[in-house]
């Protein structure tokens, strides 16, 4: 099935890219995704502890399964002064 991935702001920079179609099996969680983005984006390693998921524009728990047509948000925090 494919969903759609959008990242932003550092995750951006290092991936080179706002947003994609990726293919994941039936099932995947967004925990699931999140490492296999990790091991196949090293220059996204760094970050890999704080990732945080938004599916469909709502704030997800990495054990929520992904379903075809998902959009998925990968965001770091960030803090600012």
Avoid at 42 to 65: H, K, M, T, Y
Wanted: charged share 25%; no cysteine.
């Amino acid at each position: 099935m494919t969903v759609n991935i959008r990242v932003f702001a550092r995750l951006r920079e290092q991936m080179g890219r706002s947003s994609w179609n990726e293919s994941v099996s039936e099932g995947t969680t967004a925990s699931q995704l999140i490492d296999m983005l990790v091991h196949r984006e090293s220059s996204i390693r760094p970050f890999a502890r704080v990732l945080r998921v938004a599916i469909n524009d709502e704030w997800a728990q990495g054990d929520r399964e992904l379903q075809e047509g998902d959009d998925v948000a990968l965001l770091i925090p960030v803090s600012g002064g």
